[in-house]
């Protein structure tokens, strides 16, 4: 049986995922360019994965899905246990990555490097997180979780609206995802 919220949950992953390594193909394109990358493009895709996966995403998982999962599934403490941790670090590891952007941008260069290592830390850190959701978690809820979890879950994963998960952007947002999808290289964007 289909779940709206595994396939909610699955295009929001694939979307982000597509941001995080259009991201790293930037700053890598720059660096072999020889120039500076598209600071603004950057940090229009770090402000989408704060709005979007941190902000709508991620407490949705970490409240709704994965106590049903623990309280059905023992055996996945220790997992659950690090995603919740990865969750609860969200903001402060997207803090980090804007001030290394930023100290990139400002001081030129000389933070190039920091930035690139702290970028790298940060998309194989989120990549390997969603993987574990994947592979681990998704898969007992689909096999434990009851017929009223998935009521619940179904609703509440409905009003995301991730305009790179194929819904239309709210118009506060238009702005964002144009100069995203126009700028930033694929697979995310046209440029």
Not at 123 to 138: C, I, K, P, R, T
């Amino acid at each position: 049986m289909r779940h709206l919220a595994l396939d909610v949950i699955h295009d929001e992953h694939q979307a982000l995922a597509a941001m995080l390594r259009s991201m790293s193909l930037l700053v890598a394109q720059a660096h072999r360019e020889q120039t500076a990358p598209d600071f603004a493009v950057l940090r229009a895709m770090l402000f989408y994965v704060d709005e979007f996966p941190e902000r709508l995403h991620h407490p949705k998982e970490s409240e709704l899905l994965f106590p049903r999962v623990r309280e059905r599934c023992p055996q996945l403490a220790a997992t659950l246990d690090r995603l919740d941790a990865d969750h609860g670090r969200g903001e402060a590891a997207i803090r980090e990555l804007e001030h290394a952007l930023l100290a990139y941008e400002v001081l030129g260069e000389v933070r190039r490097q920091a930035f690139a290592d702290a970028l790298e830390r940060y998309v194989d850190g989120y990549l390997s997180h969603m993987a574990a959701e994947e592979s681990e978690v998704l898969p007992a809820a689909r096999t434990h979780l009851t017929a009223a979890d998935w009521a619940t879950l179904d609703a509440a994963f409905a009003s995301n609206r991730d305009p790179l998960a194929g819904h239309e952007a709210d118009d506060v947002y238009k702005p964002l995802f144009r100069k995203i999808v126009m700028t930033a290289p694929a697979p995310i964007g046209l440029g």
